[in-house]
Nanobody, 115 residues
Framework: QVQLVESGGGLVQPGGSLRLACSGSGFPFERWEMSWYRQAPGKQREWVASSSPTASTAYATYSDAVRGRFTIARDDARSVVYLQMNQLKPDDTAVYYC??????WGQGTQVTVSS
């Protein structure tokens, strides 16, 4: 079955960096758009970034909140999508989820930005 597993979260100081990874299985990874979302305490889940399927016209899109600081990238050979997060701010604190085939979600990974 479709499975997504996130990793790489943790505690980081403001201005620091983290790289999240989401490993997919049970579907043809290269054919699907892969996305990252996040949900902060007491707030709705929000979209962060998306990466196009490899066979289509390439695109990477970002929310206004993270554009210029975060980068999404994919390694289809390993069925992994990454989210490189730089210049982290306390407002980036959230559980980060990846979304893949057929609307599937991972279990999430906690990112905490605090001094």
């Amino acid at each position: 079955q479709v499975q997504l597993v996130e990793s790489g979260g943790g505690l980081v100081q403001p201005g620091g960096s983290l790289r999240l990874a989401c490993s997919g299985s049970g579907f043809p990874f290269e054919r699907w758009e892969m996305s990252w979302y996040r949900q902060a305490p007491g707030k709705q889940r929000e979209w962060v970034a998306s990466s196009s399927p490899t066979a289509s016209t390439a695109y990477a899109t970002y929310s206004d909140a993270v554009r210029g600081r975060f980068t999404i990238a994919r390694d289809d050979a390993r069925s992994v999508v990454y989210l490189q997060m730089n210049q982290l701010k306390p407002d980036d604190t959230a559980v980060y989820y990846c979304k893949g085939a057929y609307g599937s979600w991972g279990q999430g990974t906690q990112v905490t930005v605090s001094s």
